[in-house]
């Protein structure tokens, strides 16, 4: 598997409370703090929450996990729209599962969230560059920078024959609004946010282990984590998240395909779409051949609109200079659990296609037991990983 080195990690993006976000012309880079050995990483969707804690003292041991539903509608397309409500909720899953409110780490993942990567030639000092980025950052918006949360990190640096040096640069933005709503909830939930990151990067770090050697640069993976109503995609070569898109698709979309095959409550989505099995060779079970849609094929033909986008989103990512062939994916989310997932998304995107484990990085503390379902826990876990 390719491997993921620490460079990826991009984890203040926490607005100042006392002062806005300066104009584009004297925008700073936000000056890292280090984050404590103890990280919780808290993951938030449509539907549901995960926490995580997890000690990075030499080694990576998973202390604890909780996971709880989530009321519909309090979230929804990775934004919060009930901010008192989710803060009940958080108040709730930290109370009963004795989290720590300390050292918080928060995902974010929502198509409003901008991430390039860009160039930026002739920047003689750090005040220059960052300058600079401010500029492309507005010009990516087409807003006023007061609106927008933005980091950036240098991904490497040329200098050309004439000396004139090219710095690469990963750069993410957010919208003040979108952060603000969630800090809001974790502050009203009395939670003590240390960082917050994107699922994107949590996937990958989650996914794919830091190794000593170089990481092959003939090779990239792509990460998928499939939420409620939204998918992460991130894909990297091995050191670098090099492309990230979140797709308007999730969960949701097959259940709703069942109720509208099958004309069943939506309360009974979930148990019919765990019954078939989506091995190549499998059969429907529990419906008679001929007797109406056979939820396997329901479930497939929806299928197909993920792998569409994933197919799209694989070829822009080709497209663009010096990218390295994609020779495998890993997915996470609750589809994952259903019978012959990987094999039948591996099939229609012909590439190998295996399950995310949430706990290959890290050890299982004394108390941890292995849920029966990984919703949201490979976020979790990742943003709990500080390398």
């Known amino acids: 598997m390719v491997d993921l080195h620490k460079e990826i990690k991009l984890s203040d993006l926490i607005p100042q409370r006392t002062a806005r976000t300066p104009s584009s012309s004297t925008v700073e880079a936000p000056k890292r703090r280090p984050l404590p050995a103890e990280i919780v990483g808290l993951k938030i969707e449509a539907g549901s929450l995960a926490a995580a804690h997890v000690v990075n003292n030499g080694g990576k041991t998973l202390v604890r996990i909780a996971q709880a539903p989530l009321a519909q509608g309090v979230v929804?397309?990775?934004?919060v729209r009930d901010p008192a409500a989710l803060a009940t909720a958080l108040n709730e899953l930290f109370t009963a599962n004795e989290m720590p409110r300390h050292g918080v780490r928060l995902g974010l993942a929502?198509?409003?969230?901008?991430?390039?990567?860009?160039?930026?030639?002739?920047?003689?000092?750090?005040?220059?560059?960052?300058?600079a980025v401010g500029f492309r950052a507005h010009e990516i918006i087409s807003s006023s920078l007061e609106n927008a949360v933005l980091d950036y990190h240098v991904l490497g640096t040329s200098v050309d024959d004439d000396g004139l040096t090219t710095h690469r640069i990963l750069l993410v933005i957010a919208y003040r609004d979108s952060v603000d709503r969630y800090l809001a909830a974790?502050?009203?939930?009395?939670?003590?946010?240390?960082?917050?990151?994107?699922?994107?990067?949590?996937?990958?770090?989650?996914?794919?282990?830091?190794?000593?050697?170089?990481?092959?640069?003939?090779?990239?993976?792509?990460?998928?984590s499939i939420d409620h109503d939204l998918t992460t995609l991130a894909i990297s070569d091995g050191s670098i998240c090099r492309f990230t898109r979140v797709l308007e698709w999730g969960t949701a979309n097959v259940d709703l395909a069942l109720v509208r095959a099958l004309k069943v409550p939506a309360a009974q989505t979930e148990q019919i779409r765990r019954d078939p099995s989506l091995e190549l060779s499998s059969k429907s079970t529990g419906y008679a051949q001929g007797a109406g849609p056979q939820p396997a094929d329901i479930v497939q033909r929806e299928l197909q609109t993920l792998v569409r986008e994933l197919q799209s989103s694989i070829r822009f990512y080709g497209s663009q200079p010096g990218a390295t062939p994609v020779r495998g994916l890993v997915v996470s989310g609750s589809l994952v659990d259903l019978p012959g997932f990987a094999k039948r998304l591996g099939s229609d995107l012909g590439m190998p296609v295996s399950p995310a484990d949430p706990f290959s990085r890290v050890e299982l503390g004394p108390d941890v037991i292995r849920p029966e379902r990984s919703d949201g826990l490979v976020v979790a876990v990742g943003l709990g990983i500080e390398d």
């Open 186 to 224: 974790t502050d009203a939930a009395n939670l003590e946010l240390v960082g917050i990151d994107l699922d994107a990067f949590a996937v990958l770090r989650a996914s794919m282990h830091p190794r000593a050697e170089e990481p092959d640069p003939q090779a990239a993976i792509v990460a998928v």
């Open 76 to 79: 929804h397309g990775g934004e």
């Open 110 to 131: 929502n198509t409003r969230i901008a991430v390039r990567a860009i160039e930026i030639s002739g920047a003689a000092d750090s005040q220059q560059l960052a300058n």
